[in-house]
Each structure stands twice: as C-alpha cells, then as structure tokens.
C-alpha cells in the first residue's frame, strides 16, 4: 500500500506509520536521516522521531557512526530468516536448482509473484565466489524480466491489466518493453513456445531464458530462469537449455501452490467463497 493511500478504519494507524518509515529504506537508500524519513513521509520530524526511537529499540532500525543516520536493524534480517524457513518449497526446490546450474554453468533464479512484481525467492551461482549477499526479497517489475514474463503470459486477464496500469511500462534499457502492445505479442509468443527470454531487458549484457511453474489449474505461482552473459548466452544455447527448464518447471508443478504467489491465491479463492 502506498502511503497515500487512504488506511481502513480497522487498521492500526500507527502500526501503518511504522510500516512506511521501514519502507523509505530501498537499495538505494539504504541509510536515511531524520530529516529525510520526515522528507519522504510528508510527517513532522517530532511525529517521525517517536516511531524512529520505538523501532530502533526493538531492533527494526539501528544508528550508523559516525553520520548517525539510519538503517534496517538486525531484527529485520531475523525476520527474513525465519521467512525463508517458513517456506520450505523453497528448500524443496534448491536441488532442483543446482541440477539445471550443474548442466548449464549458468546461474540459475527461482521466482515468484507479488503484488505484481516478480519477488526472488533463491539462486544457484555459476561462481559462489563472486556474490557475498542473498538475493532472497529482491523485487523487480514483471514486464522488464525473463521470469517476469513468463508468470504474466499465464496470469489471467484481470491481474495482467492490473499491473499494466500499476507500474506501466518503466524503461531500464534499450530493449525494454516499452508499450503495450509490443508486452501482448511477447506474452502471445511466450504461450505458444512454452518459455520467455530477456535480451538485456532489464541489465545490459545479461540474457536469460525463463519458464513458470504452474499449479493444476494453469495458473503461474513460480518461475525459473537461467542466466548469464550476453556472450555466453547465444540463440542456440538458448534453444538448448529450452527443455531442461521446461522440464524442471514441471517436475515442481505439483508443489505449485506451495509457493507464495499460490498460497495468496488459494486464500483470495477461500475468501471469495465464503463471501457469497
């Protein structure tokens, strides 16, 4: 929920307060002044200060020397922690990851979908050596990704219109997708092959191919994609890794709904039911 979004009356408005001050806090901001949590929240800097203290003492936002500024506590960490352990489809699916890395030396993503944004949920890294951080949490928009586009081509009507209007079509490189019409043929193209690609859509010099896992029903909760460099990823290759993505997409489908994107959906469907 954006912030200025009207809050319901039965939420707690200063839990909602609390929630927007942890999400000024972006890879790109990731320390943030009094001054500017007050800035971006449009709240006194007395009425953002009393949250600020509460958080920083139990955790949620700790102080930086020698600026003295703000960042994400350590609590925070503990919660995606006990996050990813609350999922274990995720851990279910990591040797199924490292078997398509091993045959392709690519790194290779599991994704699913949230509030229309492709969230990642694991990786398996051609060269572990080279990445010191978690790709767990990371969000990016749907329409710019190869896993992005392979949930959206699967997703009903409804949902995929309602990211278009959401988030539109931001341009990260040359060769994002930039209208919606140029969207509907890759998402038809997507269908009728069975996989989607990115040519440097949303990162220049990356290429990768991507399929989804879908439950029973045809709907996409998950996706895979393998991934590298432009040189190492050439039309052929592509075509190679095709269907031993295909294939692991499948061989996970049956724990489709395990994933977070489908848990959400099998609630929407039992709350649906037991409002008529």
């Known amino acids: 929920m954006n912030s200025k979004d009207p809050v319901p009356t039965w939420q707690v408005k200063s839990v909602v307060k609390a929630i927007h001050i942890l999400s000024c806090f972006t890879p790109s901001d990731p320390e943030l002044s009094l001054g500017d949590i007050s800035h971006k929240l449009n709240v006194p800097k007395s009425t953002a200060l009393n949250l600020i203290r509460t958080l920083e003492e139990y955790g949620y936002l700790i102080r930086t020397y020698p600026s003295m500024n703000y960042r994400l506590g350590y609590s925070i960490m503990q919660l995606n922690y006990c996050t990813q352990m609350s999922m274990p489809v995720v851990r279910y699916s990591l040797p199924f990851l490292e078997d398509l890395q091993m045959k392709t030396g690519k790194t290779i993503y599991l994704t699913t979908h949230i509030n229309g944004k492709v969230l990642y949920l694991d990786v398996a890294h051609q060269n572990r050596r080279m990445f010191t951080y978690s790709i767990s949490g990371k ?8 896993c992005g586009k392979a949930m959206l081509a699967y997703l009903p009507e409804n949902e995929i219109r309602k990211i278009i209007d959401t988030y539109g079509f931001p341009t990260f490189t040359p060769n994002t997708i930039s209208t919606e019409e140029a969207l509907y043929q890759e998402l038809n193209l997507i269908r009728k ?16 191919i991507a399929a989804p896992i879908r439950n029973a029903q045809g709907y996409p909760t998950a996706a895979i994609s393998i991934s590298g460099a432009v040189l190492s990823m050439q039309e052929e290759q592509v075509f190679e890794y095709a269907d031993v993505l295909i294939n692991t997409c499948h061989a996970l489908s049956s724990y489709a709904n395990e994933f977070p994107a489908g848990q959400i959906l099998l609630l929407n469907q039992k709350q649906g039911n037991a409002a008529d």
């Open 193 to 208: 092959r069975g996989y989607s690609t990115d040519h440097e859509e949303e990162t220049l010099g990356v290429r990768c």
């Open 139 to 146: 969000t990016l928009n749907m329409h710019c990704t190869g």
